[in-house]
């Protein structure tokens, strides 16, 4: 009975010493940049304004939008946020003529990831199936992958014009990679990414030649 549990004692030992290892490296990730520059659209560029200011509208508006607003903005010229904004009126943020008042909203968010049950499967079959060195060279043939969708709106004001324009749009991000990554460490790189390429897009769309306002 002692030679019995004596021999099972290293198999014991190595299934322990497996689920910890692959638990420590799925629980810190060692995957590459969770979202590559590839993944966003390319940064627009506004024309310098001569006259006048970005009004920046930002109020419950997340931190990458706002942040890449204010990038966009500031390229281009002088730049007011408002502390305070009451009303849908986007005219109560025009301080001159010549001011273009921007005010972006973010919709819906969807995220999907196969993180989970891909890390799920690599603990299983580490543990009872097959050894460490094969799952390691499984997680770099096997990719993972995460996508977020969201959608949003872009209002813009040219307060010598009548009306704003409102621009509509949804942007979907995607990436991919290989070896070990958290679902938490994807789906927080991807609600960051995800808004700050819907804005990149909304601006695109909306000041599509050399940063004009169409």
């Known amino acids: 009975m002692i030679r019995r549990l004596y021999r099972g004692a290293p198999r014991v030992m190595s299934i322990r010493v497996a689920a910890i290892a692959i638990v420590s490296v799925v629980s810190t990730g060692c995957a590459s940049t969770a979202i590559g520059p590839s993944d966003l659209p390319p940064e627009s560029h506004p024309a310098e304004r001569k006259a006048g200011a970005f009004v920046l509208l930002l109020e419950g508006v997340p931190d ?109 991000l995607r990436s991919e990679g290989r070896w070990f990554v958290r679902t938490r460490t994807l789906r927080e790189a991807q609600h960051e990414g995800a808004p700050r390429g819907l804005m990149r897009q909304l601006l695109s769309e909306a000041f599509p030649s050399h940063g004009s306002a169409r």
């Not at 995220?111 to 989970?116: E, I, L, P, Q, V």
Request: charged share 25%; with cysteine; glycine share 8%.
């Open 64 to 172: 990458p939008m706002a942040d890449e607003l204010r990038s966009f903005a500031r390229a281009g010229g002088d730049v007011r946020e408002p502390k305070t904004f009451d009303g849908e009126d986007l005219r109560a943020g025009c301080g001159e003529p010549a001011d273009l008042v921007l005010r972006p909203r973010l919709g819906r968010e969807y995220f999907a990831s196969n993180a989970w049950d891909r890390n799920l499967t690599f603990i299983y079959f580490s543990v009872f199936v097959v050894t460490l060195p094969i799952t390691v060279v499984s997680a770099g043939t096997w990719p993972w992958y995460a996508h977020t969708v969201v959608d949003g709106q872009l209002e813009v004001l040219a307060c010598e014009s009548a009306e704003p324009v409102k621009y509509i749009d949804s942007f979907f």
